[in-house]
């Protein structure tokens, strides 16, 4: 199985797929303050848990962008879950199954409402704003590794001894997949949160004069919701 470092590269393409629609701009013309920890705690509960008020309140964003967004962040985690058990050809193939791969997304639609990090109080700096995120990682994949481990291995040795010489490609990675989903949805009610990991955030200005995270912040942050052992 892949290391979790390769998560930190899908969470690149996850923060462009999540619309940071530019703000600040609405909060200037209002005389507010920009609300930068509002604004993060809205990306957070936009992308894990399908929840938009915070992100359209300190953005630009319509629940279309913020529906368009939590949806790509799923089934960029369901890429990544095909790239971490090995059948990412497939899943990125026009061969794969559609059922198959709302299932996918759908049990990673679970697993996210487990999220779980806080979020403080920003703090001003000549940078922008410093915003200090908490977050428990969910692990629901060490209590199925071993099993997941022993069916992998299992297949392994079917394919090396030519069990699926008669079976497609297609077909012999729609089945393993399926396999490996069905394992995995076993142990959701075994969900553990891990112990805290803190990061911070800086919530800057671009060249366009509004307020964002970095795609590099998104990914460091995107890369301990989910713990891949």
């Known amino acids: 199985m892949k290391h979790n470092r390769w998560k930190a590269v899908l969470?690149?393409?996850l923060a462009?797929?999540?619309?940071?629609t530019g703000c600040g701009t609405l909060s200037e013309l209002l005389g507010m303050e920009f609300e930068a920890d509002k604004y993060v705690k809205g990306i957070l509960d936009c992308t894990y848990k399908g929840e938009y008020a915070d992100y359209m309140a300190t953005t630009e964003a319509t629940e279309d962008d913020c529906v368009s967004s939590y949806e790509s962040g799923l089934e960029v985690e369901a890429g990544y879950f095909a790239s971490y058990i090995g059948f990412s050809?497939?899943?990125?193939?026009e061969e794969m199954d559609p059922q198959l791969k709302t299932d996918l997304v759908d049990f990673y639609r679970e697993v996210y409402q487990?999220?779980?990090?806080?979020?403080?109080?920003a703090v001003k700096t000549d940078s922008?704003?410093?915003?200090?995120?908490?977050?428990?990682?969910?692990d629901i994949f060490t209590p199925a590794l071993t099993e997941l481990d022993t069916y992998i291995t299992e297949v392994e040795n079917g394919l090396n001894a030519g069990l699926?010489?008669?079976v497609s490609d297609a077909d012999f990675y729609k089945g393993y997949a399926q396999g490996a989903l069905d394992i995995c949805e076993k142990y959701v009610d075994q969900i553990t949160l891990l112990d805290d990991v803190t990061l911070v955030l800086l919530v800057s200005e671009d060249a366009d004069g509004y307020y964002a995270i970095s795609d590099?912040?998104?990914?460091?942050?995107?890369?301990q919701i989910i713990y891949y052992p």
């Open 216 to 223: 590099n912040d998104f990914a460091n942050v995107d890369a």
């Open 16 to 20: 462009a797929a999540l619309m940071l």
């Open 164 to 166: 699926y010489d008669e």
């Open 128 to 138: 922008g704003y410093n915003v200090e995120v908490t977050i428990q990682p969910i």
């Open 114 to 121: 487990h999220a779980s990090y806080q979020v403080k109080d």
């Open 89 to 93: 050809d497939y899943f990125n193939s």
């Open 11 to 13: 969470g690149a393409f």
